[in-house]
């Protein structure tokens, strides 16, 4: 199949993009002597996370109990659950892959650490948990330091539980910073939280075997700081149009992902209407304030919504208004939330049709 015969909207995948981008990552990592377990947020596939896994990857992140499971049915191992679970149902989901897998999971106080305790001594099993850190994100996470050191002790003396390690994320300032000098400044001063919290462990005998933490954003900060063991950027493979507009991130890595869509209307010289709308690309990041418009391969084009089904590209010329049937691509402002909308993805190279991919637990 050629790509002008996907039926559209669709989510094209250039593989040889996403594995040079890849492959520049893991180099990276592995010459700052670290290691990598990348987010599968973004890709939702094991197929992607195979490859990620047999260019040097240690295993994966999953945000959901949903994508835990995928991947371990697909034969993925070492998998961190970067997610507090809170129902007695989903915590016993999550014990039940520990007999097929090696999976961690988040916890950051005695209440949901304490109920995937008691369910785990129920079963005569251990459940393998990081202890996440708030490190300016203000979600969930221990307050670094003594706080989350503290905390840490209370999991190497609950019955039930094994303290592997400890977790930051410095995610609120990875889209929010494009210039680098300025980001980096704000990932240091967050990282402190995870020094101040590996030192409060050490004075309690305690040292942690895994140090999680950073995304894209801050990937060329966080995988040389001392002490940090991992880290886990998801959206470093596909590039949306926000990480591409950072630096130096979007300098780093190649846009692999795009949305292929169909003309579908030319009602005026200057407006053509596309079947690209709100269940086809992310435009969430629009009502965050900081651009949540996807933007497109072609000239002289302005994208705005047009409904469920429809996107509008207002021309500045009539030149660059596309025909009825013409194809359009764009470069989503946001990978992750796109991807979620499609059942599968097509792995183009070239303009060959290589893969079609399902995209596991939607």
């Known amino acids: 199949m050629k790509t002008d015969e996907v039926p559209t909207p669709a989510v094209l995948i250039d593989l040889d993009k996403l594995e040079r981008n890849i492959a520049k990552m893991q180099a990276f990592v592995k010459s700052k002597g670290c290691n990598i377990r990348p987010h599968a947020k973004s890709h939702k596939s094991p197929f992607i996370a195979k490859k990620q896994i047999q260019a040097g990857a240690i295993g994966q992140c999953a945000q959901t109990l949903g994508e835990t499971e995928a991947l371990v049915f697909a034969g993925i191992d070492h998998i961190l659950l970067t997610h507090n ?32 305790a008691s369910a785990a001594r129920r079963r005569g099993l251990t459940a393998d948990v990081i202890v996440e850190v708030n490190i300016g994100n203000n979600k969930s996470g221990q307050e670094p330091g003594e706080p989350a050191a503290k905390f840490a002790r209370w999991v190497t003396e609950t019955e039930g539980l094994r303290l592997r390690g400890i977790m930051g994320y410095e995610g609120n300032i990875q ?41 894209t954003g801050t990937y060329n900060i966080t995988a040389g700081y001392p002490g ?17 507009e ?43 304030g900081i651009g ?41 402002a946001h990978c992750d939330t796109t991807l979620n909308m499609y059942s ?19």
Not at 92 to 108: E, G, P, Q
Not at 276 to 287: D, L, N
Not at 344 to 362: H, I, K, L
Request: proline content about 6%; hydrophobic content about 35%; some cysteine.
């Open 175 to 215: 889209l929010n910073t494009p210039n680098f000098d300025e980001r980096k400044t704000k990932a240091l001063a967050a990282l402190d939280g995870m020094t101040q919290t590996i030192s409060s462990l050490k004075t309690m005998g305690i040292t942690p075997e895994i140090v999680t933490c950073g995304g």
């Open 85 to 116: 679970l809170a129902s007695a149902n989903s915590i016993d989901r999550f014990l039940s892959l520990k007999r097929n897998a090696d999976v961690m999971i988040t916890v950051d106080g005695t209440e949901n650490a304490g109920m995937l």
């Open 246 to 288: 950072i630096k130096t991130s979007g300098d780093d890595f190649e846009h692999a992902m795009t949305v292929i869509g169909t003309v579908v209307s030319t009602a005026t010289p200057t407006r053509a209407v596309t079947d690209i709308g709100w269940k086809a690309v992310g435009i969430e990041y629009e009502g965050l």
């Open 344 to 362: 599968n993805f097509y792995g183009v190279r070239g303009d060959n049709v290589e893969v079609v991919c399902p995209v596991a637990r939607r």
């Open 292 to 332: 949540g418009m996807p933007s497109i391969l072609l000239p002289g084009l302005r994208y705005r919504p047009g409904g469920d089904e429809h996107g509008v590209l207002e021309a500045e010329d009539p030149k660059y208004r596309p025909n009825v049937g013409d194809r359009v691509r764009v470069i989503p």
């Open 228 to 244: 940090v063991t991992e880290i886990q950027p998801g959206s470093y493979i596909y590039m949306d149009r926000r990480y591409g």
